[in-house]
Every structure is written in C-alpha cells, then in structure tokens.
C-alpha cells in the first residue's frame, strides 16, 4: 500500500488524517519569537488575537529538508508527498531535495499548484486509490491529471493581514475598508492567488456570490469530494453547507477550519469553496 504524504496547509480534519491513514508533516509559525508548529501547538484563533494585540504578523516557513528526511523515513516502501503549490512556498523544493536522500524509498513528490482545500482534495483522491491498491506510478499520474481540475476561491473579509504581509498596498487596503470591498481570490493556475471578482456590500452578498458561481458551475462538478474550509466562521460554513447541499447531492461535503499558515496571510473572516471539475 502506498503511503499518502501532506504537509499542514491542507487543512484537514484530525478524523479525516486518521480516517486515510495520512501523514502530516507541519510547517513552522514563528509568534512572538515562539517557534510554533501548524496544527499541533497553535490554533488559529490565538494567532489572530496576537496579531491584534501587537499589531505584528507572524512568519511562516517550510518544513526543513531534515525533517522531510525524518518523515520520509516512517514510510515502510513506497509513498507520495502532495504539497502547498511551490509558488506560494519553499516546501515542494525542500520535499524534493530530501527524497533524493532516502534512496531505500521510492517517494514521489507532487506540486499540487494548490492550497488548503484544493491539496485536500488531491491527498484524499491518492488515499483512496492507495487503498484500492493501485500502484504508486498510477497514484501519480491520476494525481498529476486532477490538479488541472481543482477550483479554489474564498473570500477575503479584510485585506489587514495581505496588507501587512506585503501582498496588496496600504491604499488598497484603505479603500477595502471605506468601500466595504470584499475580493473573492482564486488559486490560479500555475499555481498563484489573483482577484477573481470584488463583491461590495454585505458580508451575505459575498457568500452569496461564492453560492452562485457553484450553482453556475454544477453541471462541471464532480460531486465526490467539496469542501468548505474557513477560519472561524461557524455560522457562514453552515450556511454555505446547507445551499450548497440544495444545489446538488455530493457524495461528502467536508467543513474544515484553516490552519495557522493559512490564516496568517488570509486573516479572519476567511471562507471558501473548493471542488474539482469532472
């Protein structure tokens, strides 16, 4: 059986890792010179508290090519590491470098051009094919086929945590805020973030725009796996839930809350849909 590998920005449930026997390896959020790991001993909502009571946003790293080592070392032969889009950071390239390090091991290192729900969803797909026994070199390729497929967008309640990560100008941000601008971001391919569309309004028009462009979509959608990842906001995923399952019936419809790497450069407030095209 072919050991499935992911690192912490996927975003997935403790019972989802357990369910699909899936090693997680972390990546590293430093807090107030506190070197924490994501997912195990920092929730998301103590970091935006932080960043609210210094005003200061934490750092993020790759996992180290040491540690890929290390996890590499628990697979038994054969295994496929599914990662945070190479893009967006340094850990496919430390995951690749470090599975050139175990030649006893055939480990696969795949760039998911995603993040969050759109590796998710990639990492389950492996997990079950590694279950129905499929070799590594089909794992693989039916990975490397749906990456193309993946849709990934979310809402971006205020652009403070961009702004303060460097990724949009004060200006912009200022104007967000006045206007009451919420940008929808999609994962694009190749594997970056860009503005899909800007909803103005109510935070419900912004959800409401995330529902629609599903509805839109649905003939295109496969229903097996969709998720809705989000940091914090328990009554908007409801809601999501519940329109979404009014559209069309999905085989399962997951609700995950974002990690820590993922809510330090999206901030609170934070919500998404995420499917793969048929």
Sequence with gaps: MVSILTDSTSDLSPELIEKYHIRVIPLTIILQDQVKKDGIDITSQELFHSVEQTGKLPQTSAPSIAEFVELYNQVPREGIFIGISSRMSATWQNAT???????DKDIRVIDSSNLSGGIAILVLRAA???????SLDEIEAATQALIPKMHTSFIIETLD????????????????SILKI???IEVQSGGTLGVKDKTRGTRKN???????DFKKNVAAIDPHLVFIVH???????????AQLGQITP????????AGSTISTHCG?????????AK
Aim: with cysteine.
């Design 97 to 103: 470098l470090a599975a050139g390090q175990v030649g």
């Design 161 to 176: 945590y961009l702004y303060k990560g460097g990724r949009c100008s004060a200006l912009q941000s200022i104007a967000s």
């Design 250 to 257: 999905i085989d399962s419809l997951y609700v995950t809350n």
């Design 268 to 276: 609170p407030g934070t919500i998404g849909i995420i499917y793969q």
């Design 182 to 184: 919420r940008p929808i």
């Design 206 to 212: 912004a959800l409401n725009y995330l529902v629609q």
């Design 128 to 134: 079950e094919m590694s279950a129905q026994g499929h």
């Design 231 to 241: 940091t914090g906001c328990d009554e908007d995923a409801a809601y999501l839930q």
